[in-house]
């Protein structure tokens, strides 16, 4: 009898299936489990933050190496399936609890301190979980978490390449990201029809790299890299002076919010008609010092 096989049993005995609207995969694979909890270096005295516990294959063997888990799930049909089968360690605390919509100081709080995460993430929440981490960023330790391979190629991407885009100039400006593993989509009921990639990102204020960035306006810079980025193939003077970086301004005085535009890009030691792509995270600080005034 395979993995994927009891899973469908287990989701069956509750009347259970797999809803896509929640973009449920659940990991079968006890041993895929237990590797990804030894990957995320986990320690006796966290408290670790699991977001999306679906049946409790990576809940079980995290509540087995950390002192405490809190589960966040959405989904009320599995806060049943572990309430009625009582099959998760005594140190396991399920809350019914969409992420994107959680209190982060309050899950501060029951953490006591930084926020650490684990989770297989739905692929349907990936960029808004990310954006939802880059806000909070204050409040976070790390996230060792499973992304669909095209989100984790985005968030380790080099300037210069198609993947390169919002995302992942943000994230590194407050976070290291570092590819651990790749799953098949063997590993998961139902199968999904991509990779999955599991992510260590550390939000690591006392890393030499983001230390060395002077000081800067981060809600400023997110301004500037969205515009940036809002329409890819034109140039860097053409979408920022499109965007409201800079005061509104009267109609007829367009050409002059053109013109403060392309001061402030210059200002920053990058061509005009430079593209958001080609800039590096230093490129993008630069450009918001200049923007700052």
Not at 4 to 22: D, G, V, Y
Not at 59 to 64: D, E, F, G, Q, W
Not at 175 to 188: G, N, R, S
Request: net charge positive; glycine share 4%.
């Amino acid at each position: 009898m395979t993995a994927a096989h009891n899973t469908r049993s287990s989701l069956e005995k509750h009347h259970l299936t797999p809803k896509k609207r929640f973009g449920q995969n659940f990991l079968v694979h006890a041993g895929t489990a237990e590797a990804i909890v030894r990957a995320g270096r986990i320690t006796t005295e966290e408290i670790i933050l699991e977001v999306g516990v679906g049946l409790g294959a990576l809940t079980r063997p995290l509540a087995l190496t950390a002192k405490q888990v809190i589960g966040l799930e959405i989904d009320s049909g599995i806060i049943r399936f572990h309430q009625e089968e009582e099959d998760l360690p005594e140190n396991v605390t399920l809350i019914h609890q969409d992420v994107l919509k959680a209190d982060f100081h309050e899950l501060s709080e029951l953490c006591q301190g930084p926020i650490k995460i684990m989770a297989n993430l739905p692929y349907s929440i990936s960029n808004p979980f990310l954006f939802k981490l880059i806000e909070n960023k204050e409040k976070m330790a790390w996230a060792t978490i499973m992304l669909q391979k095209e989100v984790a190629d985005r968030l380790t991407a080099q300037p210069g390449s198609k993947q390169y885009g919002v995302p992942t100039v943000l994230l590194s400006a407050c976070a290291t990201v570092k590819k651990l593993m790749t799953l098949k989509p063997a590993e998961f009921h139902p199968r999904p029809k991509i990779d999955s990639v599991v992510v260590r990102i550390d939000f690591d204020r006392q890393d030499e790299r983001i230390r060395a960035l002077p000081v800067y306006d981060y809600s400023l810079l997110q301004r500037v890299v969205r515009g940036a980025f809002s329409q890819r193939r034109k140039t860097l003077l053409n979408t920022l002076s499109s965007t409201n970086i800079l005061p509104m301004v009267p109609e007829q005085e367009k050409a002059t919010v053109k013109q403060l535009t392309e001061a402030a890009i210059r200002k920053a030691g990058i061509a005009p008609s430079a593209r958001a792509e080609d800039l590096t995270l230093e490129d993008f600080v630069q450009l918001t010092l200049a923007f700052a005034g």
